[in-house]
């Protein structure tokens, strides 16, 4: 019986990827910075956490290996005394952009090599063309925001207008994406969905990767809080990726949290909706406690990323990874004979940067499961390493965008 889990610690980056500079990003190391921090004394907050970074699960799988090979220096606490509980490697990303879908995408077999769309300016983001189209269609009093923005620091700004002028935010970042943001009683969650569906079709000329619904409630500009029923509306990979091999043979392919968003559905057989890292732990499981021989269950941990990285909240960011590693034996521990399990990332937001964009960074590459000895994967020269790896592991047709790390029955290829 084989099975692949994978997880992906969203914006878990270790350390600035050779093309860093390229992006603004040149010193980018999520993990190690979180580290330094803690060591250093600045991530103490009464309550939530104290003292330098725990993560002795992570590390007995080699996370902290894997950050000191891809920068060349070993940050402080993550240092892992004795042997290790699994491989590991660190994965350089081919994509041209350092966004979600690209990450994802790439590391299922599917790089993308081309170069998305993106609305670069700063203020009047969108071009006046597509907000008008975009108005006449959907009939909305116009829009709110056109800039560049954090989610959460725009609805505060503009939340109460929007809410007085039924007219919603719009923003953008450095990703391939328009956001879309509206009030889900004053608005109405339904209609910010089929906008967004609708701003889906009018961006596909400007090869925009995702449109963003990102409703929001609260009574005013101190409790606005965005809710759990954001939606991603992702173009469709451009090519067939691991998700699509499984879908078509015998086993199943099971998405948890946002993953079947990001790959607009394409290859998913069931998607489980859950929220939250104790959600989607337990989701996870739940699906690993069911499925059967050839499954692949894909999880996407998006609480790094979009509640600590974007917001640069380094405290948090370093409570929820220590929440994580507390969960990981619960995790390791249902893995049966014959399950390969994988923690990765898509890209850094490395939360000491200034900004809220992602970071240009090295991923992490784990592997753990009762037939993957304690070995150095090294460096991959692309995402799609764990793919092919993926698909050699399931027994199914690779791709030819990457090499298989490591095959069932531990054989290793660097």
């Not at 390229?22 to 104290?50: P, Q």
């Not at 929220?275 to 050839?294: C, E, H, N, V």
């Not at 996407?300 to 034996?329: T, W």
């Not at 990457?402 to 069932?408: E, R, S, Y």
């Amino acid at each position: 019986m084989k099975r692949l889990i994978v997880c992906e610690l969203d914006s878990l980056g270790i350390g600035a990827a050779p093309d860093a500079a390229d992006f603004g990003d040149e010193g980018g190391d999520t993990l190690g910075h979180i580290a330094e921090h803690c060591a250093a004394g600045k991530c103490d907050k009464e309550g939530v956490r104290s003292g330098p970074l725990q993560i002795p699960n992570l590390l007995a799988l080699g996370l902290g290996a894997a950050n000191a090979a891809a920068t060349g220096r070993t940050a402080p606490g993550l240092q892992h005394d004795g042997p290790f509980a699994g491989a590991y490697g660190y994965c350089q990303e081919q994509s041209k952009g350092k966004d979600t879908p690209s990450g994802h995408w790439e590391a299922m077999g599917a790089p993308c090599l081309f170069e998305w769309g993106y609305f670069t300016d700063k203020k009047d983001t969108f071009p006046k063309k597509l907000l008008d189209k975009l108005q006449q269609k959907s009939g909305v009093p116009g829009f709110l925001g056109n800039c560049h923005a954090s989610g959460t620091e725009i609805i505060t700004k503009l939340g109460e207008k929007h809410i007085k002028t039924g007219k919603p935010i719009v923003y953008a970042s450095a990703d391939s994406v328009i956001q879309i943001a509206a009030h889900e009683e004053h608005f109405g969650l339904q209609n910010l969905l089929d906008l967004c569906e609708l701003a889906r079709k009018l961006v596909d000329p400007y090869n925009i990767g995702r449109v963003i619904a990102r409703p929001f409630d609260g009574a005013d500009a101190a409790s606005f809080t965005r809710t759990n029923n954001r939606r991603d509306l992702s173009v469709p990979p451009h090519m067939p990726t691991l998700l699509d091999r499984v879908s078509a043979s015998d086993g199943q392919m099971i998405s948890v949290g946002k993953i079947s968003d990001i790959f607009a559905g394409q290859g998913v057989d069931q998607s489980i909706k859950a929220y939250g890292l104790d959600g989607l732990m337990q989701a996870t499981l739940s699906a690993m406690d069911s499925a059967g021989d050839g499954a692949f269950i894909f999880t996407n941990f998006v609480d790094f990323d979009m509640l600590y990285g974007h917001r640069r909240d380094v405290i948090g960011y370093a409570a929820a990874l220590e929440h994580f590693d507390r969960m990981l034996p619960s995790l390791t521990g249902q893995l049966r004979e014959g399950d390969l399990l994988i923690l990765t990332a898509d890209h850094g937001c490395d939360p000491t940067f200034p900004g809220s964009d992602h970071t240009r960074e090295f991923v992490p590459f784990l592997a753990s499961g009762p037939r993957i000895a304690p070995v150095d994967l090294g460096h991959r020269r692309t995402f799609a390493d764990i793919g092919e790896t993926g698909a050699a592991w399931l027994g199914l047709e690779g791709f030819g965008t990457g090499q298989v790390a490591l095959t069932h029955g531990d054989r290793i290829s660097h």
